[in-house]
């Protein structure tokens, strides 16, 4: 029964990244497009807004981490939670608004290096990691806890998709 739950979850998160490679491709994922990556289908922005406001289910923190490989540190570090928080969030069974609205944060984030290493997330999540010269040294991950941090690794990305060496 474990096993087919671990095989459930696993082809989820193929669908779910598949799906928004898919779209991203045929240029068809659109601007909410990377809810997919949390497991959130609608993309209505006012109903996003209001699943933050109520805080997500702590599924959506495990459905990113699953989709993006990272490890449970790296995540809980980009959405600017502690361990221990999370631990608690887990056993809640959902976050905060403020957790939901960084996790979220994350995952445009990281749609949009998928979109820049045309879906390879082992590319993505390797630039998420290094520390880059553009952003003063510092890895793309760990700026992306603020929302300053996160328009900046933003702008870094439109300029590399634009072709602009920084």
Do not use: C
């Not at 403020?98 to 390797?126: K, M, P, T, Y």
Request: glycine content about 6%; charged content about 30%; overall charge positive.
């Amino acid at each position: 029964m474990k096993s087919r739950l671990i095989a459930a979850k696993a082809h989820a998160e193929a669908r779910d990244v598949k799906a928004y490679r898919e779209a991203m491709q045929a240029s068809q994922s659109g601007p909410y497009g990377y809810v997919w990556l949390l497991g959130i289908r609608q993309q209505d922005p006012l109903r996003i807004v209001k699943r933050v406001e109520r805080g997500l289910a702590f599924q959506a923190f495990e459905r990113l981490q699953r989709n993006t490989k990272l490890s449970t540190s790296d995540l809980a570090e980009a959405v600017a939670v502690s361990a221990r928080t999370l631990h608690r969030r887990k056993e809640q069974g959902r976050l905060a608004p403020d957790e939901s609205d960084r996790l979220v944060r994350f995952s445009r984030i990281f749609g949009r290096v998928l979109e820049l290493f045309e879906g390879n997330l082992d590319s993505a999540r390797r630039w998420l990691s290094t520390p880059n010269e553009a952003l003063g040294g510092e890895r793309p991950i760990a700026l992306a806890k603020t929302d300053v941090g996160a328009r900046e690794v933003e702008a870094l990305i439109d300029r590399l998709e634009q072709g602009v060496l920084t």
